[in-house]
Structure formats: C-alpha cells, structure tokens
C-alpha cells in the first residue's frame, strides 16, 4: 500500500512522460479521476479512459507531445500539499504557476479546479500540485 495515492499518480505520470511512453495506467480513485478531467481540460493530456475491470478499477491516459519535436506537453508536475504538510490557500495566496503559465490543482468544497477557476469563484481550498 502506498502512503500517499496522489504522490503515486504524479510520480507515475512524471516517469511516464520521461521515459517517453504514450499510455500510463493507473489504479484509479474518485480524486485521481477529477485531476485527471483537469489535466484533460486544459490539454497536459491526449485522452483518457476509465476501466471498471476490478474492484478498484484504473485509468489509462494517453500523454500528449507535440508532432514534430516530440517534445512533452507536461514538462513538471509537483506536489504542493503532502500528507505530512497540508497546503491551503485563499483567493489571495492562491499560488501562480510560472507566472499564469502553469496550473496548480486545487481540491475546494465545490470541486477539483485549477487556480485560475478558484480565483474566479473566489474560494479557496488545498493545493494538490502544480503542473506546467
């Protein structure tokens, strides 16, 4: 058992995208499918698909790279908030990633969104990472 699922799903898709692999397969949860929305909806990912084969059940997400360099369309993403070391934020110390270039991820009462969405909203949450 891991301590900390959402370390384990970014750590899976970081070595993913290193080791240039077009699909990574992951045990799936409610959380790791709403981050996986995000990351589809502001385009880090390709696709994504849900699998009901087991008790827990996975998901499979196609990682994007661009046509021509192959270069990745994730080029960092981090934790923010751990187990041992929660990080919450306001509307007013909500984190800027690479200046409004990068996302931070962002678990609220209303949802997972990104900064951005959250700021719009005006509500605050904790920090689950950051992705750009």
């Known amino acids: 058992m891991h301590g900390d699922p959402i370390s384990d799903y970014l750590t899976r898709v970081r070595n993913a995208v290193k080791a240039n692999h077009r699909v990574v397969e992951i045990p799936a949860s409610n959380i790791k499918k709403e981050i996986t929305k995000v990351l589809f909806d502001k385009g880090y990912i390709a696709n994504f698909k849900f699998e009901d084969n087991d008790i827990q059940g996975t998901i499979k997400i196609a990682l994007k790279y661009h046509p021509v360099t192959k270069i990745p369309a994730i080029r960092a993403i981090n934790r923010v908030s751990k187990p ?49």
Do not use: H, Q, W
């Open 84 to 132: 041992g070391s929660r990080r919450y934020a306001d509307m007013k110390t909500m984190p800027r990633v690479l200046n409004g270039l990068g996302i931070a991820i962002i678990s609220t009462s209303r949802g997972v969104m990104t900064d951005k969405e959250a700021r719009r909203l005006n509500i605050g949450g904790e920090v689950l990472c950051s992705v750009y």
